[in-house]
């Protein structure tokens, strides 16, 4: 593959926004049509990118993007969803907390939150919290998963079995067009399965680009939980689904 400036660029606005289009590449950066098309299939030929009418995604696979890259991504919306999300949580509730980037913002913006108990399998997460006092904070144990700081496994799933909790906040690595919500590793997707069945109101928390990527283990549909927040209006069929199911979409900025 021919390097040139503009790939590593591509490739950040790629995971950034899920999806990249050659109109508004070429007028990123100020160069042609035909251009653009190049760029987007050198880096299709290196597997880097998947083309598509119009432009390219992230290519489909079985592994997530690094986790240090993913807490990069969509900083601003992650807060904004974050503190929408922590207005759904009242005082005095119990509320679990899974592995993700977007439920540590959530953690951040509970803080000044009083009389609560968080139970999480995120160490990450645990961590956050001890800078509130007033919150009491159980980890369910498991198997360490060092890339994310996760708690996985049968001993995870056992832990969680044990409760029932007011709220879940979970997030996820991708969201198939049918409403499914999806993610790559199989033990993670027992520890969500069990979280959302011992949750009396569970909250998705996924940004836009999370509808522009595949992972391949199915965690449950979007009509097993209470409510999405996200960051964009949701395809349209999707939309209305959600109401079908119930399901509340609660976008923010």
Known sequence: MSQTFRHPDILKIAQREGKVTVEALAEHFGVTLQTIRRDLSEL????KLERVHGGAILPSGTTNIEY?????????????????????????CSVFLNIGTSTEAVARELLQHRDLMVITNNMNIANILVDNP??????TGGAFRRSDGGLIGTLTVET???????FAVIGCSAMDEDGDILD????????????????????????HSK??????????????????????????????KCVDWGTEVLVVG
């Open 211 to 240: 509808f522009s990527r595949t992972a391949p283990a199915r965690i449950a549909s979007m009509g097993s939980v209470s409510t999405v927040v996200t960051d964009q209006p949701l395809p349209g069929h999707l939309t209305q």
């Open 160 to 166: 969680i079995r044990q409760f029932k909790f007011d």
């Open 44 to 47: 299709a030929e290196a597997n």
């Open 68 to 92: 240090e890259e993913r807490r990069n991504l969509n900083q601003g919306s992650k807060v904004a969803m974050a503190r929408a999300c922590a207005q759904q949580i009242p005082e005095g």
């Open 134 to 139: 007033d919150c009491q904070i159980i980890v």
């Open 184 to 207: 790559f590793d199989i033990q993670e997707v027992g520890v969500s399965q069990a979280i959302i069945a011992q949750s009396r109101k569970c909250l998705l928390v996924a940004d």
